[in-house]
């Protein structure tokens, strides 16, 4: 909480200044989030200029903002942009939102950095779910059908970690190897589906165990965006109690946190945000590893700031990698997942190696 102007001059001269500094630390994080937001703004028109029809910049912005540009697009240029490009990078934009959040989330309520979804198992679970639905064919409910099985998937290894964390004795350490024994074991059931099924099945399948965003479209970035709109309120909302966690367990119950009901709903609403995010664009590794730890590094651990410059860093990083994958090689489109891992693993080396022994992990 920010202190009032009053109290500045009667905490005295040492007080005064931590104030100052505070409150220009506070200003230098509002203009770092306003910074991230015209970077994912400058790397979506990027996005929709690029591509084998190359489109101006200008005619771009005449065909997102139809009426309030200079002049109207041409009727090809507005198609390519709205109906096939836009989709695309709203998805990207979203998903990567949704895995960043995820990840940070759970690296405070595990206290470990190397808490993620597809680390912990949870988007492994939902690729699972999502392969028994592709497979059998067995869902009355269309394309919500593979969002609720995801889920399903999602929720079962979510509830097996919190089962795990019941135990006497059990630290956040077992929970993360338990999300690594089940993220082995769901990989070799969606593995073993795969041998048993028919080729198209299992061209189908790979989708989900890769990483792509070669389905996506506006129903993928409702569905997306849905899950984002329950979800980031509740995590701003709840920022306060994250921070208080970060200072462990006990000293968050003498503040009086529910630490264990936090706990099971934040974990929960992630199992609810990963799900649907797989569901469309398959298993994307390191995304959810490495953005937040880029955001601490950038505006520090206050969740009041981290969470949402992990969703702006989140977004970013998987629109630019999605770009790569577009780009790189002609008449070749890479899955995003292999773009994120070959990205990812030397920048989450580098992070490693960057940061100093006894700094604090998260």
Avoid at 30 to 40: H, K, N, S, T, Y
Avoid at 231 to 248: C, E, I, K, Q
């Amino acid at each position: 909480m920010t202190p009032a102007p009053t109290q500045e001059r009667d905490c005295g001269p040492r007080g005064a200044a931590t104030i100052r500094a505070y409150r220009l630390r506070n200003r230098n994080r509002w203009l770092l989030l306003l910074l991230l937001g015209l970077a994912l703004c400058a790397t979506l028109i990027l996005g929709l200029t690029l591509g084998p029809f190359p489109i101006p910049p200008l005619e771009v912005v005449q065909a997102l903002l139809p009426g309030f540009a200079w002049g109207e697009a041409d009727p090809r240029s507005a198609h390519i942009v709205r109906n096939i490009r836009l989709p695309r990078l709203a998805t990207a934009g979203l998903a990567g939102a949704g895995l960043a959040l995820a990840g940070v989330i759970l690296q405070t309520l595990l206290r470990n950095p190397m808490a993620s979804p597809f680390i912990l198992g949870f988007s492994s679970g939902a690729s699972l779910g999502a392969a028994l639905v592709i497979i059998t064919g067995f869902s009355a409910f269309g394309l919500a059908g593979i969002v609720i099985h995801a889920f399903l998937g999602a929720l079962l290894v979510s509830l097996i970690i919190l089962a795990m964390g019941q135990w006497k004795g059990a630290t956040p350490t077992h929970l993360i190897l338990t999300g690594v024994a089940l993220m082995y074991f769901f990989n070799a059931a969606t593995t073993l589906l795969i041998y048993f099924s028919d080729v198209y099945a299992t061209r189908e399948v790979l989708f989900w165990t890769v990483g792509s965003l070669s389905r996506a479209g506006w129903d993928s970035t409702l569905y997306i965006a849905l899950a984002l709109t329950l979800s980031l309120p509740v995590f701003l909302y709840w920022a306060p109690g994250l921070n208080r966690l970060l200072l462990g367990d006990a000293s968050a119950r003498s503040l009086g946190l529910a630490v264990g009901r936090l706990r099971v709903g934040l974990i929960l609403l992630v199992a609810l945000l990963v799900a649907t995010v797989v569901s469309f664009t398959g298993g994307i590794g390191f995304l959810g590893l490495v953005a937040p730890h880029l955001a601490r590094m950038l505006i520090g651990t206050d969740h009041r700031f981290l969470i949402p410059a992990t969703a702006l860093l989140g977004a970013l990083l998987l629109m630019l990698a999605d770009l790569v994958s577009l780009h790189a090689f002609p008449d070749t489109i890479l899955p995003v997942g292999v773009v994120t891992a070959f990205l990812g693993s030397p920048l989450f080396i580098y992070l490693i190696l960057r940061r100093r022994e006894g700094t604090p992990a998260i």
